[in-house]
């Protein structure tokens, strides 16, 4: 009999304390289950680390590590199952290498976004790790299962990387093909009504948010894209009364906000989900991904009427030579409007910009900041200064309409705009702030040499470090200011500043290196005093990750 663990590292606790239920094990399980079912002589559990670090079950320092290890080790297991997910794959390198240094013939595997995108590379750098997934886990695992409770020959399994004497082998990856339909994920090796719970306590966007997967893959190729790469560029839904079955099962145990994972959905799709969902008439709310430019006017009644509540999406850069070099031209003269459109049927959308390019200039900079700025409120410039002239100042709404952040250009490992980048590119210790996927236990210094490419480096970029600095603390300053967006308007028609200049004085008023070093709740208090010098009052302000 083998014992399996599926392991879900943790992740951020700094900021936010939301626990997400750890899709990708849960479809890992339907497909356990059914070898179980067909035989195989096999035991499964799922252990979700980073529920348990949120819960306050292990504590979020160092000692996070024995503690842990501790506890999967008394449960003697044969194979672990790991999920990589953005930044977590420190923590699941060093649990794998000490669970390994006590149990050497436990079989560690690690899949996920990141470990595809550079999976031989990661496995040259990652003695603990016995085997890296590419794409889909559930091709894999019905392969492997048979053989790892045989004779331990990975020869042909699909879909890995994997050491043979010494030697690197890679397997051709195989995912579902046309037929196989996305695997349903098995939601019996988790309490919901815990995630729940414990959810409502510590809300991400909504207290009942919950993730549920439409389908997989978006057909376009921005050369920054880590999904772009993941997904190979290849659409597939799942049926439509599968996932509102699931959104239904979710809503009666309290998760009633869905949000969709996949990268971008399209707009065929979003019409036969709106209408199937009115049809059902069960009052779900709803978000998902998808590019504004691609959905016509004439959806946004349709989609208000299905419970739609939220899009996320990419507007990357009004600067057209940046959008031609990300592959991702957005004609952004009506993107403004077709916002109000959204926001006029109760649409909130959270917007994602990119700066740092290359040859940016401070004017491309600024007009990205005002554009931010003014999807933000949902108001343009005029608006908003008519707005702020006609109404009391402490008056002004606390949060804007929409959530708009800029962030600075990440070259994910594996991403064609990493390979086209990658002889310039350099660990900067200031290319993403902490904030941004804070934990106690990781930081700059365990990303400094680290090359592995199993996840996320939020630390790479192409810019000399002059530049890096200057970026990243003028965009640390934006975003938290963006956050209040009202206020910096104010403080913009005040100071009769452009953004860059403000943000410049400001960041040299409180001190570049403050800016970028300060804990969040040093920094907000800082620019609260700033600001409240200026515009002599506070505002309510505390800023949450997800809010
Ligand atoms: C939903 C989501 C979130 C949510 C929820 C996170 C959560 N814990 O569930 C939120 C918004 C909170 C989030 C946060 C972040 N995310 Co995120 N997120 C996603 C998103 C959109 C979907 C993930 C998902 O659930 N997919 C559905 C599941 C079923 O698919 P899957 O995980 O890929 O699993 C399949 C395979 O990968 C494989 N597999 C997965 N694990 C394993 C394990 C084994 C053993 C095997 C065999 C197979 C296997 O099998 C599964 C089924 O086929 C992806 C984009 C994407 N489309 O992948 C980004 C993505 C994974 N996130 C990303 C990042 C960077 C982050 C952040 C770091 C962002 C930030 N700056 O703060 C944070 C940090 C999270 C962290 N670990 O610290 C990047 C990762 C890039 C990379 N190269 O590693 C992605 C790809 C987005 C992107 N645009 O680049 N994220
Ligand atoms: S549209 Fe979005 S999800 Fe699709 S490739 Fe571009 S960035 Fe990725």
New binding site residues.
């Given amino acids: 009999m083998k014992k399996i663990l599926l392991i879900n590292p943790p ?2 606790i700094y900021i936010n304390k ?1 626990a ?1 239920i ?4 849960l ?2 399980g339907t497909c356990l289950k059914k070898i179980k079912e067909n035989g195989a002589d096999i035991l499964y559990e799922l252990i979700d680390l ?1 529920f348990m670090l949120k819960q306050g079950i292990f504590p979020d320092s160092a000692d996070f590590y024995n503690q842990s290890s501790n506890f999967i080790l008394k449960k003697k297991p044969d194979i672990l ?8 794959h420190l923590v699941t390198l060093k649990l794998a290498e000490k669970i390994k240094n006590k149990r050497p013939s436990c079989i560690t ?6 470990p ?2 550079q999976a031989k590379e990661a496995l040259n750098k990652c003695p603990q790790i016995d085997l890296i ?1 590419k ?4 091709t ?2 019905q392969h492997f299962i048979p053989s790892a409770l045989n004779q331990c020959d990975f020869s042909d399994i699909p879909s890995i990387v994997y050491r043979k004497n010494g030697q690197i082998m890679e397997n051709q990856r195989i995912d579902l093909n046309n037929n196989e339909p996305i ?1 349903k994920p098995d939601y019996s090796l988790v309490c919901i009504e815990d995630y729940i719970a414990h959810n409502k306590k510590h809300p ?1 966007i909504h207290p009942g948010f919950v ?1 549920i ?1 439409s389908g997989r893959g978006c057909p376009y190729k921005c050369t920054f ?3 772009a790469k ?2 190979r560029s290849k659409v597939r839904y799942r049926p439509i009364p599968e996932i509102i079955e699931e959104m239904k099962y979710l809503a009666s145990k309290g998760g009633n906000f869905t949000f969709f ?3 971008n959905l399209e707009e065929n799709f979003l019409i036969r989900l709106s209408n199937s969902l009115i049809e059902e008439n069960k009052n779900i709310s709803w978000g998902c ?1 998808s590019r504004l430019d691609r959905l016509p006017d004439d959806i946004i009644d349709l989609l208000s009427k299905a419970g739609c509540k939220l899009i996320f999406t990419g507007i990357e850069t009004p600067n057209r030579i940046a959008q031609k070099e990300i592959r991702k031209v957005i004609n952004t003269s009506n993107t403004f409007e077709k916002i109000q459109k959204f926001n006029a049927k109760g649409i909130k959308i959270i917007a994602s910009f990119i700066a740092g390019f290359k040859d940016e200039s401070d004017e491309d900079f600024n007009f990205t900041m005002r554009f931010a700025n003014e999807c933000a409120t949902g108001l343009n410039t005029e608006q908003l200064n008519q707005y702020i002239r006609t109404t009391d100042h402490d008056k002004l709404p606390t949060k804007g309409t929409n959530i708009c952040s800029i962030h600075p250009l990440c070259h ?3 991403t064609d705009s990493f390979n086209k980048e990658k002889i310039n590119l350099h660990i900067s210790k200031y290319s ?1 702030h902490p904030d ?2 804070g ?1 106690f236990l990781f930081s700059y210094e365990e990303f400094k040499d680290d090359w592995s490419y199993l ?2 480096n ?1 630390y790479l970029n192409h810019l000399p470090e002059d530049k890096v600095r200057y970026f990243c603390s003028i965009l640390r300053l934006f975003n938290l200011l963006n956050s209040r967006p009202y206020y910096l308007a104010l403080l913009l028609r005040k100071f009769k500043f452009s953004p860059l200049a403000l943000m410049k004085e400001i960041v040299s008023q409180l001190g570049e290196e403050f800016v970028l070093s300060a804990n969040i709740y040093n920094f907000e208090e800082s620019t609260r005093r700033y600001v409240k010098k200026h515009l002599e009052f506070v505002p309510e302000w505390t800023v949450k990750k997800g809010q």
């Fill in positions: 992740v951020s939301t997400f750890p899709l990708p094990l479809i890992l980073d199952l790991f999920t990589v997910h953005g930044v977590n595997v690690v899949g996920g976004v990141g595809t995108l997934v794409g889909e886990g559930e894999f695992i695997t991400y993730l997967e894209c880590a999904p993941m997904w994972t996949q990268d991904y994910m490992p594996g993403l941004c996927h934990s996840g996320i939020p």
